[in-house]
């Protein structure tokens, strides 16, 4: 009934897709390249459930 009022699912997980995309480029740049493989493949998780959003939809 009240659905307007629900946040988007799709936009906060592009915000958090994002946000680990940067910090994995930060971790590159300061030579922590084992912390840019995990930042990179848990951005990857993310983007697979926003492509299966986009799927549902």
């Known amino acids: ?22 910090k994995a480029l930060q971790a590159q740049r300061n030579g922590d390249l084992r912390s840019h493989g995990t930042l990179t493949e848990e951005a990857e998780k993310i983007y697979a459930e926003i492509k299966a959003l986009d799927e549902n939809r």
Do not use: N
């Open 1 to 22: 009934m009240l659905g307007f009022l629900k946040g988007d699912p799709k936009k906060k997980l592009q915000k958090a897709y994002e946000a680990k995309l940067e």
